[in-house]
């Protein structure tokens, strides 16, 4: 009789092993699961915020481009500008300047 109910304790003892070891799998399985659906969703989120961050930055470089480019334009006008102004006043008084080299060239002190 004692032998009986020992065999059918060490059967339940068993099915239970067998029960809590299907657990354990399945919570493996589930963990497993879940953290490869988090990778995913992280890797996700990290395309999106690269992105955003890509068009932010070449929204801004296309910005200030742009800026740069007005201002190399006004800078090459004022000198042009510029050098038509000395170009003008140059031949204004050029000729006072070489009568005023010439004079100076020719005079002879003492």
Known sequence: MESTGNHGGIQQLLAAEQEAQQIVNAARTAKMARLKQAKEEAETEI???????EHSFQRKLEETSGDSGANVKRLEQETDEKIEQLKNEASRISRDVVDMLLKHVTTVNN
């Open 47 to 53: 395309a999106d915020h690269k992105t955003t961050t």
